[in-house]
T-cell receptor, first 118, second 116 residues
């Protein structure tokens, strides 16, 4: 079964500290893509970071990094130096293998609400 | 920076009425998607569209739903006879896998549909 799970409904972090948001997945596919999106209270979906299943290096984008542990099937998002504007819902999403094609639907986790305290 | 746009931002309709949600994907993107998010729940895939035809659809995307690319810029989602349970945020997304292996999907700001 292809499944993606975010087990933390809510997380709290102090401003300027780092926080890790968990994401685990289940698939027998060898080729897949992992994405993180941010959804502020205004509702839009903002792409943050991508990790391909064959990428050996963990992806980084500014303050965002992805702790990809393939054997454990986890793709946790690390936000360093949290800011008040980071308060939002965060979704992990996965594009499961599609016969070698690089396009296809995203399957989303349940989301984690992050609250950054001053 | 190019972005996906959606209109209207909020649509209120009576049960049984037809609605059309509009999207303008990022120019030169080739793949288009519709997702929905019922309030407080996760985002669910509805349909993908490529080369003027549906590539994949979910079980949610029944005969009441249809998609169309009527011209070179717009991508629409039509719900023929809305039900109360169609109330949700509807997101359009687009991607171009030729730009890189990630095939990142960029989302529009969403249309909040309320069915009364």
């Amino acid at each position: 079964a292809q499944k993606i799970t975010q087990t933390q409904p809510g997380m709290f972090v102090q401003e300027k500290e780092a926080v890790t948001l968990d994401c685990t997945y289940d698939t027998s596919d060898q080729s897949y893509g992992l994405f993180w999106y941010k959804q502020p209270s205004s509702g839009e979906m903002i792409f943050l970071i991508y990790q391909g299943s064959y990428d050996e290096q963990n992806a980084t984008e500014g303050r965002y990094s992805l702790n990809f542990q393939k054997a454990r099937k986890s793709a946790n998002l690390v936000i360093s130096a949290s800011q008040l504007g980071d308060s939002a819902m965060y979704f992990c999403a996965m594009r499961f293998g599609a016969g070698g094609t690089s396009y296809g639907k995203l399957t989303f986790g349940q989301g984690t609400i992050l609250t950054v305290h001053p | 920076e190019p972005e996906v746009t959606q209109t209207p931002s909020h649509q209120v309709t009576q049960m049984g009425q037809e609605v059309i949600l509009r999207c303008v994907p990022i120019s030169n993107h080739l793949y288009f998607y519709w997702y929905r998010q019922i309030l407080g729940q996760k985002v669910e895939f509805l349909v993908s569209f490529y080369n003027n035809e549906i590539s994949e659809k979910s079980e949610i995307f029944d005969d009441q739903f249809s998609v169309e690319r009527p011209d070179g810029s717009n991508f629409t989602l039509k719900i023929r006879s809305t039900k109360l349970e169609d109330s949700a945020m509807y997101f359009c997304a687009s991607s171009d896998p030729l730009l890189g292996a990630s095939d990142t999907q960029y989302f529009g700001p969403g249309t909040r549909l309320t069915v009364l």
